[in-house]
């Protein structure tokens, strides 16, 4: 078995106008797509996100000729990023689970569940002035927003957990917002709330907000704060666990946390830590050091989707439900053939087809391809400008989604 084809295509799907600590999403969200053929007659698919396209075509050397079923040895020959290997990775299981005419999550081990519960992806929003989204196109610009966006996602997909994107508004707004989520949805009733202002808050301001919230018992408080030591510091003072993607999302940052005892639940990602193979040993890692394991998200199309999915449930040691980012993805947004991959109470059962269990569509692929092509999008900074001016960042900037840094704590 070896690869006769590589194919990588960046393409440009719609996004809503979604708030976040950096500003505004941008209209159009990019994304990498891998696409493998071997010479037995097996494809394999795989997506990370933008701008890898380069570097990926910089391993096509070594690629185009390799056995897909040897990946320890793939890895060792991949010159580039986790989150381009990632793809890679992605496309060679799924091929290789095919010819074993085995599901990837039961190619690579063994699946720990037949389905994974998810959580909630929820932000602050303009209304969508497309109209395009799936779900929730209308504003949610205060906490009472906010709450009806939360009814709609679990109206429609069933969750049981619920993540509020903060850090865009001034921390008592993020507090009011808790407090009616939590009115809504109350714990007895089986919901969970966790808070994520991607790292914008100051330890004195982590502290006062985890002691506000501690009444309305949160799941967890995903990166308050800025560092694996500013966790720390603020643990000192709630019994509330931290969470994190942003200061501990590659296995670098394992040693120091260990030392620092800052973060308790690691948002795992198979694009950030490099595969799903490394999915996998970072949950071996949760449980070596006794620390939970949950999931982040961004902007996935159907293959991410649907290789968290098998990450998971390959992964035993998951005991928060990850996040989700794929409600966003409108309806006709996707590159896989069927439809969209669907949740049912909350829930995404595992395909039982070999490998990935979805295919791509060539012609959605082309058609968002060709949207990546029109050119640069309108990043919607303009939409921002009649909002309280206590919102925008103390330096009077603003960014897209996709700008490189995080802000820094500036409440």
Same mark, same amino acid.
């Given at each position: 078995m070896k690869i006769s084809k590589l194919t990588v295509t960046p393409v440009a799907t719609h996004d809503q106008p979604l708030l976040n600590s950096t500003g505004v999403h941008e209209s159009f969200r990019e994304r990498t797509i891998v696409q493998i053929e071997t010479d037995d007659g097996y494809t394999g698919a795989g997506e990370t996100h933008a701008y890898k396209a380069q570097e990926i075509e910089a391993n096509r050397d070594w690629i185009v000729g390799h056995d897909p079923q040897q990946m320890t040895q793939a890895r060792l020959l991949w010159k580039g990023t986790p989150q381009g290997w990632s793809a890679v990775e992605t496309a060679m299981l799924d091929a290789a689970a095919k010819k074993a005419e085995m599901p990837l999550c039961d190619?690579?081990?063994?699946?720990?569940?037949?389905?994974?519960?998810?959580?909630?992806?929820?932000?602050?929003?303009?209304?969508?002035?497309?109209?395009?989204?799936?779900?929730?196109?209308?504003?949610?610009?205060?906490?009472?927003?906010?709450?009806?966006?939360?009814?709609?996602?679990?109206?429609?997909?069933?969750?049981?957990? +619920?993540?509020?994107?903060?850090?865009?508004?001034?921390?008592?707004?993020?507090? #009011? *917002?808790?407090? $009616?989520? =939590?009115?809504?949805?109350?714990?007895?009733?089986?919901?969970?709330?966790?808070?994520?202002?991607?790292?914008?808050?100051?330890?004195?301001?982590?502290?006062?907000?985890?002691?506000?919230?501690?009444?309305?018992?949160?799941?967890?408080?995903?990166?308050?704060?800025?560092?694996?030591?500013?966790?720390?510091?603020?643990?000192?003072?709630?019994?509330?666990?931290?969470?994190?993607?942003?200061?501990?999302?590659?296995?670098?940052?394992?040693?120091?946390?260990?030392?620092?005892?800052?973060?308790?639940?690691? +948002?795992?990602?198979?694009?950030?830590?490099?595969?799903?193979?490394?999915?996998? #040993? *970072?949950?071996? $890692?949760? =449980?070596?050091?006794?620390?939970?394991?949950?999931?982040?998200?961004?902007?996935?199309l159907g293959i991410s989707q649907a290789a968290m999915l098998h990450s998971c449930a390959a992964t035993p040691e998951l005991n928060y439900q990850p996040d989700t980012h794929y409600p966003w993805t409108d309806t006709d947004g996707d590159i896989i053939k069927g439809g969209k991959l669907q949740f049912k109470d909350g829930v995404m059962e595992v395909p039982d087809k070999p490998g990935l269990g979805v295919e791509i569509d060539e012609d959605a692929l082309g058609t968002l391809a060709e949207a990546l092509k029109m050119g640069p999008p309108s990043n919607r900074k303009e939409m921002i400008l009649d909002i309280d001016p206590t919102a925008v960042p103390r330096d009077g900037s603003w960014t897209g989604y996709n700008f490189p840094n995080y802000a820094k704590p500036r409440w």
């Open positions: 190619y690579i081990g063994g699946r720990a569940r037949d389905s994974v519960e998810w959580a909630a992806y929820l932000f602050y929003k303009f209304a969508d002035e497309n109209g395009q989204g799936e779900i929730a196109t209308g504003a949610a610009l205060d906490p009472e927003g906010f709450v009806k966006q939360a009814e709609d996602f679990v109206e429609r997909y069933g969750f049981k957990a +619920l993540k509020i994107k903060g850090g865009f508004f001034e921390p008592d707004v993020d507090i #009011e *917002t808790f407090r $009616l989520l =939590r009115k809504r949805f109350p714990k007895q009733d089986g919901y969970e709330i966790r808070i994520d202002p991607n790292a914008v808050w100051t330890i004195d301001t982590s502290i006062r907000v985890a002691k506000e919230l501690e009444q309305y018992d949160p799941q967890y408080l995903e990166d308050p704060t800025d560092s694996i030591a500013d966790h720390a510091e603020v643990k000192k003072h709630t019994d509330i666990p931290t969470a994190s993607n942003m200061c501990v999302s590659a296995f670098s940052h394992v040693k120091p946390n260990a030392q620092l005892e800052g973060i308790d639940v690691i +948002l795992g990602d198979h694009h950030h830590w490099g595969g799903i193979l490394a999915y996998k #040993e *970072t949950g071996v $890692l949760c =449980r070596v050091m006794g620390w939970g394991l949950s999931g982040h998200s961004n902007n996935s």
